[in-house]
C-alpha cells in the first residue's frame, strides 16, 4: 500500500512536470514564426557560441559613444555571425591606464584590444611585437590615405585611428574680424597681427603653461615641419648623432614672439584655464589644438573660433597645421581572442551606420571614404591649408621639454640648457631600445 502510494506520487510529479514543460514551449513560440527561444540565433536558428571580448580605452570621456558601438557590435554578431559576445569595456583615466595597460603587457594579461597613441606609443608597442599586423584587413581599403600613412610601422599598418586632429594655434574669428586681420602666413605677417591686436589695447595671445605640453606645442610644430623637410632628423637623433640645435633657431624665434605678447601669470594658469580666457577674449589666440573645441563650446556656445598653422619663418610655403594621429585601437598580437577582436576593429570602420554615429559623435575628423557626417566650421577650415604628419618624438623627450620650457619661460634656464636636457633625454631613450 505504501509502494503504490509513492509511486502514485511519483507518477503525479512527472505529469505536473511535463505540463510545465509545454507550457514553457508555448510561452516561447508565442508571437509567431519570427519568434526565437533563449540562445538561438536570428540568423542560423541554432546555438549561439560563447565568445568574450576584453576592450581597454583609457579615455573616459567617449565612455557614452563606446558603449553604444560595443551594443552594435554585440547586435551584429548575434545577427550574424551567431556568437553572443560578450564585452569586457574598461575605460580608465589615460595617464593611470597607461602605466596599467604596459604593466597588463608585461605579465601577459594584456586586453585583446587597447588604446594607444599613434605618434607617440606605436614605435615602442611595434618594436617590442605587441601590435597584430592589421595591413590584410578590410577595414584598411576603406581609410583614407593620409591617415593610413599615420599609422603604419615599418610597412605595417598597426592601428585604427579614432581622433586625428589638426593643431596649430586658435584664433578669436570675431576679433580678427573686427579688426580686419586674416591668419598670419609668415612669421613677419605674425609680427604685424602682433602689433596691430596691441595698438587695440588686445593682448595677442593666452598662456597657460601650468599644463607642461602647453609649452612644448609651438616647439612640436617648428620640429614637425622641420622633420617633414628632414626626415633624417629622428634617424639621427635615434643614433646619438643629431641634436636640437638644428632647429634652436626657429624653435626660439616662435616662442620668444609668443611668450612676450601674451597674458601674465602663465605659470599659474592650466589648459583649462587657459580654455575659459581664451573663450572670454582675454586673448586673440592660443596655440592648442582642436581637441578642446567641445571645452570651449561648453564654456560659450556662441564663442566662433578655427584653426590656423603657426608660422615658423618668411617661407609660407612651409606655414602647415599638423595633422596628429593619437587616439587609435591596436589588436594585441598575442591575443586569445584574435577573431573577435579583427572583427571589432573592422566593424568600427566598415558598418558604415554605426562608424558614421561614433566619429560624429566624438566630434572628431572623418577618417574613411565611408564617413559622410558633416564636420564643424574650423575643421572645414583647417583642411585648407597645408598639412605636414605630427613629429615623432619619444614620450620621455616630450615630457622633458614640458619640464624645461616651463623654466624657461621663468627665466631658470637658457636655450643652451634647454637644447643640452632634450639631447639628453632622447639619448636616455636611446639606451632603453
Not at 516561447?28 to 546555438?47: D, I, R
Not at 605579465?107 to 618594436?127: G, I, N, R, W
Request: proline fraction near 5%; glycine fraction near 6%; include cysteine.
Amino acid at each position: 500500500m505504501n509502494t503504490r502510494k509513492i509511486v502514485s506520487i511519483i507518477l503525479f510529479i512527472a505529469l505536473l512536470a511535463g505540463l510545465a514543460a509545454c507550457g514553457n514551449s508555448n510561452n516561447t513560440n508565442t508571437g509567431g514564426s519570427n519568434s526565437e527561444s533563449p540562445g538561438a540565433s536570428p540568423s542560423s536558428g541554432g546555438e549561439l557560441q560563447k565568445a568574450e571580448l576584453n576592450v581597454f580605452i583609457q579615455i573616459p570621456r567617449f565612455r557614452t559613444q563606446f558603449e553604444t558601438l560595443v551594443n552594435a557590435f554585440v547586435e551584429q554578431q548575434k545577427q550574424e555571425k551567431n556568437r553572443e559576445v560578450k564585452v569586457n569595456l574598461e575605460m580608465p583615466e589615460e595617464f593611470t591606464g597607461n602605466d596599467v595597460l604596459r604593466t597588463r603587457f608585461a605579465t601577459d594579461s594584456a586586453p585583446d584590444v587597447f588604446k594607444l597613441h599613434a605618434t607617440e606609443d606605436a614605435p615602442q608597442y611595434a618594436a617590442a611585437g605587441y601590435l597584430e599586423d592589421l595591413s590584410g584587413q578590410p577595414f584598411v581599403a576603406n581609410l583614407k590615405e593620409e591617415i593610413r600613412n599615420a599609422v603604419t610601422q615599418n610597412g605595417k599598418i598597426v592601428a585604427l585611428p579614432i581622433e586625428t586632429p589638426i593643431w596649430g594655434y586658435l584664433y578669436n574669428k570675431k576679433i580678427f574680424a573686427e579688426n580686419g586681420l586674416t591668419p598670419p602666413k609668415t612669421l613677419t605677417e605674425m609680427k604685424e597681427v602682433i602689433a596691430k591686436l596691441e595698438e587695440k589695447k588686445i593682448t595677442p595671445f593666452v598662456l597657460s603653461y601650468k599644463t607642461p605640453y602647453m609649452t612644448r606645442v609651438p616647439v612640436q610644430s617648428v620640429q614637425a615641419t622641420y622633420q617633414f623637410n628632414h626626415p633624417e632628423f629622428v634617424e639621427k637623433m635615434n643614433k646619438g648623432e643629431g641634436s636640437y640645435a638644428d632647429i634652436q633657431t626657429d624653435m626660439f624665434n616662435v616662442l620668444d614672439l609668443v611668450n612676450a605678447h601674451g597674458t601674465d601669470n602663465a605659470l599659474e594658469l592650466d589648459a583649462d584655464g587657459g580654455a575659459a580666457a581664451f573663450a572670454a577674449g582675454k586673448g586673440a589666440m592660443w596655440i592648442q589644438g582642436v581637441w578642446y573645441a567641445e571645452a570651449l563650446q561648453k564654456l560659450d556656445p556662441s564663442f566662433e573660433f578655427s584653426v590656423a598653422p603657426l608660422p615658423i619663418d618668411d617661407n609660407a610655403d612651409r606655414t602647415s597645421v599638423l595633422l596628429s594621429t593619437s587616439t587609435s585601437l591596436a589588436v594585441s598580437s598575442k591575443s586569445p581572442n584574435k577573431e573577435i577582436a579583427l572583427d571589432f576593429i573592422n566593424f568600427i570602420v566598415n558598418n558604415e551606420k554605426a562608424s558614421n554615429e561614433l566619429y560624429s559623435s566624438l566630434k572628431v575628423n572623418p577618417i574613411s571614404n565611408l564617413h559622410t557626417f558633416g564636420v564643424e566650421p574650423w575643421v572645414e577650415e583647417s583642411m585648407t591649408y597645408n598639412k605636414v604628419p605630427e613629429a615623432y618624438t619619444p614620450v620621455g623627450v616630450l615630457d622633458k621639454a614640458g619640464q624645461m620650457l616651463q623654466m624657461y619661460y621663468a627665466g631658470q634656464a637658457t636655450q643652451e640648457e634647454v637644447v643640452k636636457e632634450l639631447d639628453k633625454a632622447w639619448d636616455l631613450f636611446n639606451q632603453t631600445q
